[in-house]
């Protein structure tokens, strides 16, 4: 059931594991020693503390943020994706589809009208339009495509809400 696996296992934090988490959030490079003078704690169980949050997949890793501009990817877009048929297998077949698409750097499962919702990154409008007329609109079981191009981006903030 795909609904099981939308929900994880929570692990009940203290205020000194929620400081943790803020301070990689903000900056996942910061040292263990650094991390230790902030939350007032030695280094030894700033560290054990980490690793915990890692090992029960509060932190689920850590990434770079690349700017695209340095690159020359000038197209972000996102693509409302209806499908034909909605069963598990089907939903499945989908997503899988999405893994083998580079362009695609996001995909997340909507209910309502839309059943996909897809964050696309092309070099330039040409490569997306190439990549939406012959790999989105012609996978199986696409129904329809809706896409809005990004104009600027406002905010975009890592992580979650932490207090």
Same mark, same amino acid.
Not at 56 to 63: D, K, T
Not at 66 to 78: C, Q
Not at 80 to 94: H, I, M
Not at 143 to 156: A, C, F, M
């Given at each position: 059931?795909?609904?099981?696996g939308?929900f994880?296992?929570?692990?009940?934090?203290?205020?000194?594991?929620?400081?943790?988490?803020?301070?990689?959030?903000?900056?996942?490079?910061?040292?263990? *020693?650094?991390?230790s003078k902030?939350? $007032?704690?030695?280094?030894?169980?700033?560290?054990?503390?980490?690793?915990?949050?890692?090992n029960? &997949?509060?932190?689920? &890793? @850590?990434?770079a943020k690349?700017?695209?501009?340095?690159? $020359? @990817?000038?197209?972000?877009?996102?693509a409302?994706? &209806?499908?034909?048929?909605? *069963?598990?297998?089907?939903?499945?077949?989908?997503e899988?589809?999405?893994? $083998?698409?580079?362009?695609?750097?996001?995909?997340?499962?909507? *209910? $309502?009208?839309?059943?996909?919702?897809?964050?696309?990154?092309?070099?330039?409008?040409?490569?997306f339009?190439?990549?939406?007329?012959d790999?989105?609109t012609?996978?199986? !079981?696409?129904?329809?495509?809706?896409? *809005?191009?990004?104009?600027?981006?406002?905010? !975009?903030?890592p &992580?979650?809400?932490?207090?």
């Open positions: 059931n795909w609904l099981e939308c994880v296992k929570k692990k009940k934090l203290d205020t000194v594991d929620y400081q943790i988490l803020r301070l990689v959030q903000d900056n996942a490079r910061i040292t263990n *020693s650094d991390l902030k939350t $007032g704690i030695s280094a030894p169980p700033t560290l054990r503390r980490l690793r915990a949050l890692e029960e &997949g509060v932190i689920e &890793g @850590y990434h690349i700017n695209k501009d340095a690159l $020359g @990817y000038e197209v972000v877009a996102w409302l994706v &209806g499908l034909k048929n909605q *069963s598990e297998d089907d939903l499945r077949a989908f899988k589809i999405v893994w $083998g698409w580079p362009l695609v750097r996001e995909c997340h499962m909507l *209910s $309502g009208e839309v059943d996909f919702i897809l964050k696309c990154v092309a070099k330039n409008l040409t490569d339009k190439i990549f939406l007329a790999e989105l012609a996978a199986p !079981n696409v129904s329809n495509v809706k896409t *809005s191009l990004e104009i600027r981006k406002i905010k !975009n903030l &992580g979650i809400p932490l207090e």
